[in-house]
């Protein structure tokens, strides 16, 4: 416990965050007292006065040391992703649910919650999560044990209200707090297995056995590789990782083996397979692949350029769901490849942003909690997108900003609210 | 020292951070980026037009609108062949979500639409948008089914779109049998089966419009409009050279021959414009019915229905082609006597005889171990080749095959067009049979191939060698279809007359012109004369080495032209296997050719000149005296011409036979009626058959009748074969009557 303790206090950053906060409490104080005499040239301004105000010019701009890019980033992301969510939904919603606005309404509380969220979050000292990150734990646990609860084949979500809880992105959330804190606090042991791999397996082995009995196998792995990155960012040996991949090798294949996996592979079935299957030669499997297959068919459409916004064909029942985890099927056919190149540099340059602000954090603990969190957009950017293009068994990783869901959605902004918030310090120029 | 080991151990614990995190980004953004960037690159750009055309595929439905098929039009713009609206019921059981609805719908499609209840109800069972109830109903059938629809929509409002009905077409015949052979018929899909419906269907047919809508996976219809129409394109509409009143006339004649003869293998006759190749009129008799193509005659049920079970289908469709087949193009025969005007024109082309050469007959020549006798048995002696073509010598003809030689012989049959199809523009031209395939022939085959015998060809090769005899040596292609119009009247298509070649001299087509001239003169109707027109004609009487009834099979033919001095049509007439009193071509098609081309030649406005002989054969139209006084009258038809007969007590004439404007012999009796009690008396009509033009005439005149005297010659003299009134019927007073005359020596080739 004592290590833990010391940690806190030497990581302590509230004192800088509150000596930022008054520094430029201060600066703005001058600069207002400043604007009464106007008349001031700015030429004749000492060399010295120069450097301070162009601090602090800075630090206004970043507006309370708030990083304008990510947030805009985070916006426009937001935005298209709505955009493109309605367009994909309204048809099914509109046969479906005889409501054209049915998910675009519930997602736009959901994203409304999410950035009140997000913007409380952003002056939400993240330091104090070390508090909780063990908590946090306990908490996707138990969630991951009520979700059980709840009667149905599939248990990964449960109803509270209008509102479904999800808990595997508590999980998730919690795996990449949890081992940011683990990295920051035992920085110095992190190269011994006991330090790393130990907790490592114990925190990914129960969350990926109460997923095994949802069942889902895309949680797992995500979960799995959050779990890897962490470790790995924290200072775990690669020997180690090396070893891990190999034993996670032969765990797959002796699942595989053992029928364990039946789910998935039933999913993986016509994997990668999706366009050679006919109605005629295999019912079945033309069945089993048809989303996949039409996924394929509405990304192909779009060509260089796209249909159009809004003139998607495929989203007319063809491909099931196109809300969720295929609407990118749908902004491919849509915007062509072009848009879909515009909207992934953006989704790069997120996390890139988040990535490089969250690495001139103050502190440990913000840079691996920044880095995760931004790396987990881009996983599972590209997971969710070898998945509609066949390269991946079909899942179930949804697309940050862009699939309907308001669990994911707000745990999203919220994440995103972190990050902002990490960026706050990581703006504090170095004294 | 502890304090700097534990600064360098955190400046590295930072630098090994800043190396993951590098080593995390590179994998996240570039390589994982990176795929997902080239595989969506392949996908869209590189497997993008395939993925689309199967996206396409099921996202759209196709509905197809007929196109209406073009009309088939006569050489004067009468209508042979025309498409008329009708319609298609489809239903879309798919809305019909309870039985109720489902028995409500098939019970009454099935009583509107005379369909079976149980079948109907098992139509609206079906998970399908598109099912087709019926075709091609007509517009009473529709009536009821509008209201029916209206009734269903009140009854149901959500099932408005259950039942619809598309436009259809289905084809008319106005003239049933006329020109079957030639104009064929269409199938359930409105496509050619025969003819030049057949033929010409890419023309005909026109593109189908369609209708392509967007539907969603469950098929139906967008919310909003995503419709993209293609109106259809009508087919276009075909002009023939066939001329349904020559058509008529030909048919008509050829029907009575056909019966008069009991000819059991059908009949052809064609008309050919010699100059162009187009054929005036295609006859195949007996036709068939256009508009019930599949209905056999009575004969031919009768004896289908005899068969065992087993083998009706296969005689039935058996029967049906021999039906539907153009006995014009698609038979072979041995042209006979016909083909020695090819014959002859070729060794005078050749000069191997010229007009002062003489052959020998003495009744039969040995040609190696064979004996070949002329029909005349006793021989014909010694003849010019004038003399030779009239007798229709054999002998003779088989010195004048060997004057020329098998090679020589090949190459003229070659060049008269018997080889090859002659490319008519109708399906199913059948090929000839030359003794060897490479043109070679034995002395017998040369010697039996002089005098048209042994080797087949299609009535279509005679009728344009003869055409090529009489044209000035011109090998025309012959044809049906004139012109292609479209819908507006614009042309598209027109038929190039084609002449293959010269195949003979022009002096040479004079000579036999002349020749063939000269030979009706001399044999009368029996060789094809006609009074006022220079005709030239060959007879033909082939045999078919088969039997039928324990006698021998003959084909009987005539192929002529007119005028001979400058010939405008050609005439062939074949009757297969004639089983009547006669079969010489002589006795059986001769006849038929006169009185077809009797009819014609006028309608062609051919212009008549009559020697002074024959003018008192002529007919002349009645003036109209009703309405005049008795002497009035009677002065004007004196100076008419006519011998006036007037009936009853009146003053002024009420009404006249031979109607106004109809056709009397010159000479012949007008019979004026004053009131309307004479025209009850009637007169009794003698035998006119076996008599002398001259008998004919003063029996005419005692009974108060006209004759009309056809294919009697100032030459020949000639006995009256026929009468168009049967002996013993009761006429009026003045009628004119048909006596044909044969000639007083028939040639039996």
Redesign the interface.
């Known amino acids: 416990m004592l290590p833990f303790v010391q940690v806190m206090r030497e990581a302590d950053y509230n004192k800088l965050y509150d000596e930022k906060y008054n520094n430029s409490r201060q600066r703005r104080e001058r600069r207002d007292s400043r604007r009464t005499r106007r008349s001031d040239s700015r030429d004749r301004r000492h060399p010295a006065q120069t450097k301070r105000a162009r601090l602090k010019q800075r630090m206004f701009d970043r507006g309370m040391g708030l990083d304008l890019p990510f947030l805009l980033l985070v916006l426009v992301l937001l935005v298209i992703g709505m955009i493109m969510m309605f367009s994909a939904s309204f048809p099914v919603a509109y046969y479906n649910l005889g409501d054209s606005y049915y998910y675009i309404k519930r997602q736009a509380i959901f994203a409304a919650i999410g950035l009140a969220a997000m913007i409380l979050l952003s002056f939400f000292n993240y330091n104090k999560l070390h508090k909780v990150s063990a908590l946090f734990i306990g908490i996707s646990w138990v969630l991951l044990v009520v979700v059980l609860l709840v009667p149905g084949d599939v248990h990964r979500w449960f109803a509270i209200g209008n509102f479904n809880v999800q808990p595997s992105e508590i999980a998730k959330f919690s795996i990449i707090v949890f081992f940011a804190h683990w990295g920051s606090m035992y920085y110095d042991k992190m190269q011994y297995a006991k330090y790393s791999v130990l907790p490592g397996l114990v925190v990914f082995g129960v969350t990926a056995a109460l997923l095994v009995l949802e069942p889902h196998f895309s949680g797992i792995v995500i979960i799995g590789i959050l779990t890897v990155v962490m470790l790995y960012l924290g200072g775990m040996k690669v020997r180690y990782l090396v070893i891990g991949l190999i034993i996670l090798f032969i765990a797959v294949l002796i699942a595989a083996v053992t029928g364990m996996l039946s789910y998935a592979m039933e999913r993986m079935d016509g994997w990668g397979q999706a366009l050679n299957y006919t109605s005629a030669s295999d019912p079945e499997m033309w069945n089993t692949t048809w989303q996949t297959r039409n996924s394929l068919y509405a990304i192909g459409s779009g060509g260089l350029f796209g249909l159009g916004l809004g003139n998607s064909r495929q989203k007319f029942l063809y491909l099931p769901e196109p809300q969720n985890d295929f609407v990118f099927a749908i902004v491919c056919e849509e915007i062509g490849y072009i848009g879909a190149l515009i909207i992934l540099l953006i989704f790069a340059l997120l996390v890139w942003r988040g990535i490089t602000l969250s690495l001139r954090s103050k502190d440990r603990f913000g840079k691996l909690l920044g880095i995760g969190l931004s790396a987990q957009i881009g996983i599972q950017v590209v997971l969710n997108i070898l998945v509609i293009t066949d390269w991946l068994p079909n899942t179930g990783i949804s697309l940050p900003f862009f699939s309907y869901g308001g669990s994911s959605l707000i745990m999203l902004l919220a994440q995103m609210g972190l990050i902002l918030s990490i960026s706050r310090t990581a703006n504090i120029e170095k004294q | 020292m502890a304090d700097n080991r534990e600064v360098r151990?955190k400046k590295g614990?930072l630098q090994?951070?800043?190396f993951?995190?590098t080593?995390?980004?590179l994998l996240?953004?570039v390589l994982?980026?990176g795929?997902?960037?080239l595989?969506?690159?392949y996908?869209?750009?590189v497997?993008?037009?395939?993925?689309?055309e199967?996206?396409?595929e099921?996202?759209l439905v196709d509905t197809k609108l007929s196109a209406k098929r073009g009309t088939i039009y006569d050489a004067t713009g009468k209508i042979l062949a025309q498409s008329a609206t009708v319609w298609k019921v489809v239903l879309a059981p798919a809305y019909l979500e309870k039985e109720e609805q489902r028995e409500y719908v098939a019970e009454n499609l099935s009583k509107i639409l005379d369909l079976d209840y149980d079948n109907m109800l098992e139509k609206t069972k079906q998970k399908s948008y598109y099912v087709i109830v019926k075709r091609k109903i007509e517009s009473d059938e529709r009536d009821a089914l509008l209201k029916f629809i209206e009734k269903l929509e009140k009854k149901y409002p959500e099932l408005s779109n259950v039942i619809t009905l598309f436009d259809d077409y289905r084809r008319y015949y106005p003239y049933n049998d006329l020109a079957s052979s030639v104009i064929g018929f269409t199938g359930s899909d409105d496509q050619g089966l025969e003819g030049v419906e057949f033929q010409y269907d890419k023309y005909l047919t026109g593109t189908p419009g369609r209708i392509i809508t967007?539907?969603?996976?469950?098929q139906t219809d967008?919310?909003f409009q995503y419709e993209q129409n293609v109106e259809a394109k009508d087919g276009n509409n075909i002009n023939l050279t066939i001329d349904e009143t020559i058509q008529s006339i030909a048919e008509k004649y050829m029907k009575q021959g056909l019966k008069a003869n009991d000819v059991r293998n059908r009949g052809v006759c064609i008309i050919m414009d010699v100059n162009t190749g187009g054929l005036l009129a295609c006859a195949s008799v007996d036709g068939y019915n256009l508009n019930k193509p599949y209905d056999l005659p009575k004969s031919a049920k009768d004896k289908i229905s005899q068969l065992p079970e087993k083998k009706r289908p296969e005689a039935e469709s058996a029967a049906l082609g021999a039906m539907w087949r153009n006995k014009a193009i698609a038979d072979t025969y041995y042209p006979g006597s016909v083909f020695k005007m090819c014959t002859a024109s070729m060794a005078l082309n050749e000069g191997t005889v010229s007009d002062g050469s003489t052959f020998t007959c003495g009744g039969s020549v040995t040609i190696y171990d064979h004996t070949i006798h002329c029909h005349e048995l006793g021989g014909h002696g010694t003849q010019n080749l004038f003399q030779a073509i009239t007798n229709s010598c054999n002998p003779a003809f088989i010195a004048i095959g060997q004057s020329l030689g098998p090679k020589k012989f090949y190459k003229y049959y070659q060049a008269f067009g018997f080889s090859e199809p002659t490319g008519i523009d109708l399906p199913g031209e059948a090929d000839d049979q030359f003794f060897n395939e490479d043109g070679s022939m034995s002395e017998t085959d040369l010697a039996v191939a002089s005098f048209g015998q042994n080797f087949s060809i299609t009535p279509i090769q005679m009728i344009t060698a003869c055409a090529a005899v009489a044209n000035g040596g011109k090998v025309v292609q012959p044809y049906v279809v004139q012109s292609i119009t479209d819908v507006d009247g614009n042309v598209i298509k027109t038929t190039e007359n084609t002449v293959k070649r010269q195949v003979i001299s022009e002096k040479v087509s004079k000579q036999m012109c002349d020749y063939l001239e000269r030979n009706t003169t001399q044999g009368g109707s029996n060789n094809g004369y006609i009074a006022g027109y220079r005709v030239g004609g060959k007879t033909g009487t082939s045999e078919k080495l088969t039997t039928t009834d324990g006698t021998e099979d003959y084909i009987s033919s005539f192929c002529g032209f007119a005028p001979a001095d400058n010939p405008r049509v050609a005439c062939l007439v074949f009757f297969d296997t004639p089983k009547g009193p006669n079969y010489y071509g002589s006795l059986v098609s001769a006849p038929v050719f006169v009185n077809v081309m009797s009819e014609v030649l006028p309608y062609l406005e051919v212009q008549a000149e009559y020697s002074d002989d024959e003018k008192q054969y002529v007919d002349t139209v009645a003036g109209s005296y009703v309405g005049l006084s008795v002497k009035k009258a009677k002065a004007q038809a004196k100076k008419d011409g006519f011998s006036v007969v007037v009936k009853g007590d009146g003053k002024k004439v009420v009404s006249q036979i031979p109607t106004a404007a109809s056709k009397v012999p010159s000479g012949g009796n007008i019979v004026l009626y004053t009131d309307s009690q004479s025209r009850s008396e009637k007169v009794t009509v003698p035998n006119f058959v076996g008599s002398s033009v001259s008998t004919v005439k003063s029996l005419a005149d005692s009974n108060n009748l006209n004759v009309s005297i056809i294919g009697a010659s100032s030459s020949s003299g000639g006995i009256s074969t026929s009468q168009s009134v049967p002996e013993g019927k009761k006429v009026d007073a003045g009628t004119v009557i048909n006596v044909t005359f044969g000639g007083s020596s028939v040639v039996h080739d």
Request: proline share 5%.
């Open positions: 151990s614990l090994q951070l800043r993951r995190t080593v995390i980004i996240v953004l994982g980026f795929a997902i960037a595989r969506l690159l996908l869209q750009l497997q993008g037009p395939e993925l689309q199967k996206a396409v099921q996202q967007a539907r969603n996976a469950n967008m919310p």
